[in-house]
């Protein structure tokens, strides 16, 4: 996998999370969910 699809595939998994829970939540709830998303994405 090229830097740039990692890049891009990163990004999309910050965004999607974003969307998902909204903002106003701690840190390491995002944190966590972030994490998540990576592995769902084979990160």
Known sequence: ???NEITE???GCAIE???TLGPGLLESV???????EL????L
């Open 1 to 3: 996998m090229e830097n």
């Open 9 to 11: 595939k990163v990004i």
């Open 17 to 19: 999370v974003h969307r």
């Open 30 to 36: 995002y944190e966590s969910a972030l994490c998540i």
């Open 39 to 42: 592995e769902r994405a084979g």
